[in-house]
């Protein structure tokens, strides 16, 4: 698997990809043109755009997003062009922000934001963490009750951990009262990532509100698929997608020689699911109602291993599908299950600590950045930082787009909103937001 030399002849021609690079591409500005028919939606906390990438592939026009990680709000803004992007301690904090910034995000045609979502930072929450009550970042979901009673969308979509419903902050119960006056407030409501479509059984806690003036009650989509509670329901439900449809087709080497800029190769596999081939932009997916980008369908990127030591790889060879290793912690994937949660680690001022990746299922090594992607759902085209510990964590902090995609198709229906297909050349993404971080060796 360490070769420099993929087979060439198994990768699908240039042309053959939807997504791929054209000889002429839409501008940001023009994308927005075509896009200003559909309902805005706004997006706090965005980090790299998981959740604004699954709300745009619903139909939405995510017109704004925020996040006071300037590196995470860059990429945000790099694979998201349609959508400006507030990124950095100065612009992108929203306890520096009011409605009226927010509203600016209106387009010129009148018409009001049709949902705010946001998922405030979960430390203080998550059962990966201490759960500490007295956590300052714990505010934050009273920071994000009161940009909506400000800006008055008739939707918002709120996500964490589901330590939030057990905290002893009570940071959760004060916003979801403050907010109830205004807006019928569902109860927070569990969901398992694997149920809609992605390969990662990850739990996640949501609130939906919508104003009380649209006479709407909130729900939540039923699952798609067979995962974790999905495999409770009555017929007529995919298959959950698991690890091996996911990822087999990733090409990967141990080499960094081999490395392109760093951190790609060119595709050495064709996709064996459908799962894989819609990731790669070989297969048309019906679902998706966002604007293509411009890129080379040929490489996969974000693919920077991690080199272990013998005694490590010594001890990973040994080990059985879903067990977990002793020394490291580190647990094997099984590729006829979804994977585990893909988790993000910690920020430079809480330590700079990298979350433990999953193991590969049959190579003694964790995950590269695309995998942990692919197993997160953002499709092949959409780009992390190259050094493996930005791009992880931009990956782990993520909203799983497919989870997003569904949470934002069902809120089209409550807020009677239909979608229009729309065709085009693909969007040109600004390379000089990230042509800094490329060719950064074997950093």
């Known amino acids: 698997m360490s070769s420099c030399k993929p087979r060439l002849g198994m990768v699908p021609p240039l042309s053959a990809t939807p997504s791929a690079r054209h000889s002429e591409a839409l501008s940001p500005a023009d994308a927005r043109d075509v896009m200003s028919g559909r309902p805005v939606a706004i997006e706090l906390f965005c980090g790299v755009g998981g ?12 017109t704004l997003g925020v996040e006071i990680d300037e590196m995470a709000g860059k990429y945000a803004a790099y694979n998201l062009p349609t959508m400006e992007v507030l990124a950095g301690p100065k612009l992108g904090d929203v306890r520096r922000i009011g409605g009226a910034v927010l509203g600016a995000a209106r387009p010129d ?13 979960c430390q203080g929450f998550s059962g990966a963490g201490k759960r500490n009550a007295r956590d300052p970042l714990n505010r934050l979901v009273a920071e994000f009750a009161r940009i909506v009673l400000e800006v008055m969308p008739r939707s918002f979509v709120l996500e964490n951990v589901p330590g939030i419903t057990f905290s002893r902050s009570g940071a959760l119960t004060r916003a979801l009262s403050a907010l109830s006056v205004d807006y019928s407030v569902s109860e927070p409501t569990t969901l398992w990532a694997d149920d809609f479509g992605v390969p990662q059984a990850r739990e996640r806690v949501f609130v939906l509100g919508i104003r009380r003036d649209l006479g709407v009650e909130p729900s939540f989509p039923q699952p798609s698929h067979k995962g974790t509670q999905g495999s409770k329901c009555r017929g007529g439900l995919s298959d959950a997608i698991v690890v091996r449809q996911a990822i087999s087709d990733i090409p990967y080497t141990g080499r960094l020689s081999c490395l ?20 790669r932009g070989l297969r048309h997916d019906v679902n998706d109602h966002s604007l293509a980008v411009e890129w080379d369908a040929t490489w996969c990127a974000n693919l920077h291993p991690t080199i272990h030591g013998p005694s490590m790889r010594s001890r990973l060879r040994r080990l059985a599908y879903g067990a977990t290793d002793a020394v490291s912690g580190l647990r094997r994937l099984d590729p006829e299950r979804a994977g585990t949660t893909i988790r993000a680690g910690t920020t430079a001022d809480r330590g700079s600590r990298s979350a433990p990746r999953p193991v590969h299922p049959h190579q003694a090594r964790v995950l590269t950045t695309r995998e942990c992607a692919r197993l997160q759902s953002f499709p092949d085209w959409f ?9 992880n964590r931009q990956v782990g902090n993520a909203v799983p787009p497919l989870l997003a995609r569904a949470i934002g198709r069902h809120l089209l229906g409550l807020l009677g909103e ?17 042509e800094r971080d490329r060719g950064f060796g074997a950093i």
């Open 418 to 434: 239909t979608i229009t297909p729309t065709y085009t050349e693909p969007v040109r993404r600004d390379a000089r937001l990230v």
């Open 51 to 62: 959740f604004g990438l699954g709300l745009k592939q619903a139909g939405f026009d995510v």
């Open 383 to 391: 780009m992390f930082h190259p050094v493996k510990w930005h791009g």
């Open 260 to 279: 392109r800029e760093g951190h790609r190769l060119l595709y050495a596999r064709p996709p064996e699911s459908e799962y894989a081939q819609e990731m």
């Open 109 to 121: 045609r009148g018409s009001d934001v049709a949902v705010l979502a946001g998922g405030p930072p």
